[in-house]
C-alpha cells in the first residue's frame, strides 16, 4: 500500500507561481513512477507531468517550459513547481504512484489550484 497526501495549492494571479508537494508513505520503495494529474470542472483528468525512479520526466505539451517535476527521495516527496501560471490551468491537482510489480495505481485526495486572470 501506498498513501500519497498532496499540498500547496492556492489562489495565484495569472503569472504567478506556485509549488506543489506530494508525500509518499507506506511502501514507497515499490514505486516506478509518480505523476501529476489535473482535473478541470466539467473536463476529464488530464496527465500533468510524470517522473520515473530514475528521474526521467515527462510533461503535457501545455505546461512544457511552464512547470517542472522533481523528486527528493530523502523526504519521499514529489514537487511540481508552476511558473507562468494561467486561467487554464486551474484545476484539482492530484498526486499518483505507479507500482508496476503490483499493477496497481495510488491516487491521493488532491489540491486546488485556482489561478485569476
Known amino acids: 500500500q501506498v498513501q500519497l497526501v498532496e499540498s500547496g495549492g492556492g489562489l495565484v494571479q495569472a503569472g504567478g507561481s506556485l509549488r506543489l508537494s506530494c508525500a509518499a508513505s507506506g511502501s514507497i520503495f515499490s514505486i516506478n513512477v509518480m505523476a501529476w494529474y489535473r482535473q478541470a470542472p466539467g473536463k476529464h483528468r488530464e496527465l500533468v507531468a510524470s517522473?520515473?525512479?530514475?528521474?526521467?520526466?515527462n510533461y503535457a505539451d501545455s505546461v512544457k517550459g511552464r512547470f517542472t517535476i522533481s523528486r527528493d527521495n530523502t523526504k519521499n516527496t514529489v514537487y511540481l513547481q508552476m511558473n507562468s501560471l494561467k486561467p487554464e490551468d486551474t484545476a484539482a491537482y492530484y498526486c499518483?504512484?505507479?507500482?508496476?510489480?503490483?499493477?496497481?495505481?495510488?491516487w491521493g485526495k488532491g489540491t486546488l489550484v485556482t489561478v485569476s486572470s
Open positions: 517522473i520515473t525512479r530514475d528521474g526521467v520526466t
Open positions: 499518483k504512484a505507479t507500482v508496476l510489480n503490483y499493477g496497481m495505481d495510488y
